[in-house]
Structures are given as C-alpha cells and as structure tokens.
C-alpha cells in the first residue's frame, strides 16, 4: 500500500523546536521531489518548503528561511522538516507530498499525500 506518514508534531512553545518526520511506504522517495506544506486555521494550504531529487537542492517560502530546515535520507525513505525558532504563527497542519519537481519553495506533480501532523505553538 501506498502512503506517506508524518510523525513529529505537537504543543511547543514560542521559540522551541520540533523535528517532522515523513515516512513513505510501498514506494521509494528516491525518484520524487518533496514538499512540505502547512495550512493554517481559516486558511488555505500552503507551500513551506521543498527538496529536489536531483541534486537534493532545498527551497524555503521566506518566511521560515534560517529557521526552517528539510532533509532527505534516501536509505530510510524518510525526508524531514527541522523547525526551529518557533512561532506562533507557524501553527498549522503540516502535510508532506511527493511529486515531479520544485518550483521555488512550491512542489508540483502532486501524486501523493500524507495526512498530516498538527503543530502547535503556543505558551
């Protein structure tokens, strides 16, 4: 079965960090670009961040540009999201998605979906 699992979020107050994780399943990430979107509360989803397949070059809406962190590990067919300096702001459900290419920080080619994790940041 095909699927995408994100793990890794949670309650964190301002300033704090959280590590999400996406793991796939019944696919290799290897051939894919990867994305991590969030949506927000009463707003529509967005892109944060997204990672190549081809030379694993990494992109960043700037708002989390030096805060923000993604990752691949092509051997446990996991990519992360390293969030650090926490905001406020930055709660939301995280969803990470595999497709065709990265254009900027935004994934296209969808084809697949996680669920999401939710984060959020708060005292």
């Known amino acids: 079965q095909v699927q995408l699992v994100e793990s890794g979020g949670g309650l964190v107050q301002p300033g704090g960090s959280l590590r999400l994780s996406c793991a796939a399943s019944?696919?290799?990430?290897?051939?894919?670009?990867i994305g991590w979107f969030r949506q927000a509360p009463g707003k529509e989803r967005e892109g944060v961040s997204c990672?190549?397949?081809?030379?694993?070059?990494?992109y960043y809406t700037d708002s989390v540009k030096g805060r923000f962190a993604i990752s691949r590990d092509n051997a446990k067919n996991t990519v992360y999201l390293q969030m650090n300096s926490l905001k406020p702001e930055d709660t939301a459900v995280y969803y990470c998605?595999?497709?065709?290419?990265?254009?900027?920080?935004?994934?296209?080619?969808?084809?697949?979906w996680g669920k999401g994790t939710l984060v959020t940041v708060s005292s």
């Open positions: 990672i190549s397949d081809s030379d694993g070059s990494t």
């Open positions: 998605a595999t497709g065709r290419y990265c254009s900027a920080y935004v994934l296209w080619g969808v084809n697949y």
């Open positions: 019944g696919f290799t990430l290897d051939y894919y670009a």
